[in-house]
C-alpha cells in the first residue's frame, strides 16, 4: 500500500508547484518546460533500467500520452491560474473517473451500470458543492467558466489518455508479454512531448505576429523576473510525471488496480491542506464537505467496476 500512499502525496504535491509555476513562469512555459524535462529524466531511467523504445507496442504509448500529456496536461495547466489547485484538482481527478468509465463503456465494451450513473451523479453533486457559496463564486466569475471548462478538457483527455494505455497493456497480454513502468511512462512520454512542442510553437507564433515587435519568447522563462519558476517546474517534473507516474506503476505491479485508485482518488482532499498551508487559499466547511463527497463518489465508482 505505500507505493498507493505515495502516489497520492506526490500527486497532490505536484499540484500545489505545478500551480506557482504556472503563476511564476506563465501556463505556457510552465507546461512546456515541465514535459521536457519530464521526457529527459524518464528517458534515462527507461534506457537505464527499463527497455526504451522496447516492447512492441511504442506507438500506442505514444497516443496515449499524446492525447493525455499533450492535451490533457496543457489544459489542466492553463486552469489552474482560474481556479487555484483546490478546485482544478477536484475536477481533474473525479471527472476523470467518470469519463474514463465512459470511454471504456464506447470503446472497450466495459460495463456501465445504473450505479455507476448514481454515483457519477454524486460526483458531480459534489463538485459543485465544493465550487463554494454563490458569493466566492461571484468573486472568480470572470476566470471560474473558462476554467471549469479547461479543467473538464483536461479530465476528458486524461482518461482518454489512459484508457488507450489500457488498450497498449491489452495488446501486450495478447501476445503474453508486459512492459515496466519507467519504459510505458517514458513512451508516453515521445507523444505528449510532440504535441506540446507543437502546442507551443503555434500559440508563441501566433503571439508573434499579435505583437511583432516582441521580444523572442521562446526562452521567456530565463528572464530574471521567472527565474525562480525553475524551482517549482523541477519540482513539479519530479513529482508529478516522473516520480508519481512511477510509483503509481509500481502499486499496481504489487496491489490490484482498485485499491490502487481508490487511494488515488484521494487526491483532491490531500490537496485542500496543502493548499491552505503554501498558497493561503481559504477553505470553507462547504467546500471540505464538497470534496469529500466527490471523493466518496470516486471511489465507490471505482469498486463498482
Not at 28 to 55: H, K, P, Y
Not at 114 to 125: D, E, F, K, P
Not at 275 to 280: S, Y
Amino acid at each position: 500500500m505505500l507505493p498507493a500512499v505515495l502516489t497520492a502525496a506526490l500527486f497532490a504535491t505536484s499540484v500545489i508547484l505545478g500551480h506557482r509555476a504556472a503563476r511564476l513562469a506563465g501556463s505556457l512555459e510552465a507546461n512546456f518546460w515541465r514535459v521536457i524535462l519530464a521526457t529527459i529524466f524518464l528517458a534515462l531511467m527507461a534506457f537505464s533500467f527499463g527497455l526504451g523504445l522496447g516492447g512492441g507496442v511504442v506507438g500506442w504509448f505514444a497516443l496515449s500520452g499524446a492525447i493525455g500529456v499533450g492535451l490533457g496536461d496543457f489544459a489542466i495547466y492553463h486552469a489552474l491560474p482560474l481556479l487555484g489547485p483546490r478546485i482544478t484538482s477536484l475536477f481533474v481527478q473525479c471527472f476523470m473517473a467518470v469519463f474514463a468509465a465512459l470511454f471504456e463503456w464506447v470503446w472497450l465494451g466495459t460495463t456501465f451500470t445504473w450505479q455507476q450513473g448514481l454515483l457519477s451523479a454524486t460526483i458531480l453533486a459534489g463538485v459543485l458543492t465544493a465550487l463554494g457559496t454563490p458569493g466566492e463564486i461571484r468573486e472568480h466569475a470572470r476566470t471560474l467558466w473558462p476554467g471549469i471548462v479547461l479543467a473538464v478538457l483536461g479530465a476528458a483527455a486524461t482518461a482518454g489518455g489512459a484508457v488507450v494505455s489500457r488498450k497498449a497493456y491489452a495488446v501486450l497480454a495478447q501476445h503474453g508479454t508486459t512492459l515496466d513502468g519507467i519504459t510505458s511512462g517514458f513512451q508516453r512520454m515521445i507523444g505528449g512531448l510532440a504535441v506540446s512542442m507543437l502546442l507551443y510553437l503555434v500559440l508563441r507564433t501566433l503571439q508573434h505576429r499579435r505583437d511583432p515587435g516582441a521580444e523572442p519568447r521562446l526562452f521567456a522563462i530565463a528572464t530574471p523576473a521567472r527565474r525562480k519558476a525553475w524551482l517549482w517546474i523541477v519540482g513539479n517534473s519530479l513529482t508529478g510525471q516522473t516520480l508519481g507516474v512511477s510509483c503509481m506503476q509500481w502499486a499496481l505491479a504489487t496491489i490490484p488496480a482498485a485499491q490502487v485508485l481508490v487511494v488515488t482518488a484521494t487526491t483532491p482532499i490531500l490537496v485542500i491542506p496543502l493548499a491552505r498551508i503554501f498558497e493561503g487559499e481559504r477553505i470553507t466547511p462547504r467546500a471540505a464537505v464538497g470534496s469529500l463527497v466527490a471523493v466518496a463518489g470516486v471511489v465507490g465508482l471505482i469498486l463498482s467496476r
